[in-house]
Nanobody
């Protein structure tokens, strides 16, 4: 098993930046695909980005391409989501997740482990 702890959320004005982190403990972090999802009030949890085990291959939702960057440091068992040019519609609770299989990385059902979530609020 792996335990995930999200951090780094906060309140920022539109156009600002935040960096989220996801600290993993338990089994070797490098054996998991890592993803980030978000959930706005009254909406379903949606895919944001994913990064493969080696950290070379990444996948992004169209809504965040060019603004967000997902990365990971397997030596430190930490994943990151750098968010730039934030918009009010980026507001929500952000969750990191991990999967050992992840056939479809954009689906919540592909992930076995989840962080507790961190709130991101972007004001206009």
């Amino acid at each position: 098993q792996v335990q995930l702890v999200d951090a780094g959320g906060g309140m920022v004005q539109a156009g600002g930046s935040l960096r989220l982190s996801c600290a993993a403990s338990g089994r070797t972090f490098s054996t998991y695909i890592m993803g980030w999802f978000r959930q706005a009030p009254g909406k379903e949890r949606e895919f944001v980005a994913a990064i493969m085990r080696s950290g070379v291959t990444t996948v992004y939702a169209d809504s965040v391409k060019g603004r967000f960057t997902i990365s990971r440091d397997n030596a430190k068992n930490v994943g990151y989501l750098q968010m730039n040019s934030l918009k009010p519609e980026d507001t929500g609770v952000y969750y990191c997740a991990a999967t050992s299989s992840g056939v479809v990385v954009s689906r919540t059902s592909s992930y076995d482990y989840w962080g507790q979530g961190t709130q991101v609020t972007v004001s206009s």
